[in-house]
């Protein structure tokens, strides 16, 4: 179920305790001046988005955040075999299903990939429960893709290509800000961000790995045995969860 979209902007509330309107008339004169919903997270605006540097006094700042990597499988394959308007259609139900979840426990869809989706929590919007938060968000866009798995498969004639979403999340210290000079970019870098994708790179299709961080912050949301991954960049194994 979707929650009511936020009447102000809850990154602006919680960053700078100012209420900064989303919608209804109030929200009129602020987009006169640019600041409307951002496309990252319809529940935060575009200060939260556009003026990191202002919002947080930084162009970069370390945040304990959790990051998510989904990967739609299969689509690769499938560009070679259906028509463009069923790849369309199977990167819209990917990409609605990813962002519905997200947006519902307050993340932010900070990119999309060709056929992969890149989500923050824990900022603008602060949740001291963000790594369970995140958990749910992945089950979630599991369990719609499901749902609809079959139907989609007639609709886009995907034939006997194997479709799903493989994701991976991990969580702790990230570097966030505003980076590049000539085309700034709002994002999140460093070995959580390298771990999530490459945990990501590990699922299979329908599958969902997480780091120990993780595993551990979520307590009983995790019952299942983690075993070792060498992953690409890591010298060490990685113990990764399925959840």
């Given amino acids: 179920m979707t929650p009511e979209p936020a ?24 987009r006169l001046f640019g600041i409307k919903p951002s496309r990252m997270n319809p529940n935060t605006c575009t200060i939260c988005e556009m003026a990191f540097s202002k919002v947080m006094k930084a162009r970069a700042v370390t945040i ?19 028509a463009q308007e069923g790849l369309t259609s199977l990167l819209d139900a990917f990409y609605d299903d ?3 979840a997200i947006w519902r426990y307050d993340g ?3 990119k999309t990939i060709g056929d992969a989706v890149f989500a923050i929590f824990n900022f603008p919007v602060k949740r001291d429960d ?7 968000t992945a089950r979630d866009i599991q369990r719609s893709f499901r749902d609809r798995h079959d139907a989609l498969v007639r ?10 979403i493989g994701i991976g999340i991990d969580s702790g210290d990230t570097n966030f800000g505003e980076f590049g000079k000539s085309h700034r970019d709002l994002t999140a870098i460093g070995t959580v961000v390298n771990r999530a994708a490459r945990a990501q790179a ?10 120990t961080a993780v595993r551990d912050r979520t307590r009983d949301m995790i019952t299942a045995a983690g075993s070792d991954y060498t992953l690409k960049g890591f010298d060490q194994p990685v113990t990764l969860f399925p959840a």
């Fill in 108 to 110: 932010l869809l900070n």
């Fill in 130 to 136: 963000h790594a369970a938060r995140a958990l749910q």
């Fill in 98 to 100: 990813c962002a519905a």
């Fill in 7 to 30: 009447s102000i902007c809850l990154g602006c509330w919680q960053n700078l305790h100012m209420p900064i309107p989303l919608r209804g008339p109030l929200s009129a004169p602020f």
């Fill in 155 to 164: 609709t886009i004639g995907a034939g006997d290509v194997e479709i799903g």
């Fill in 64 to 82: 304990d955040a959790t990051v998510m990597f989904a990967d739609l499988r299969g689509y690769t394959t499938l560009t070679q075999t259906i």
């Fill in 202 to 211: 590990m699922a299979k299709s329908g599958e969902i790995l997480v780091t």
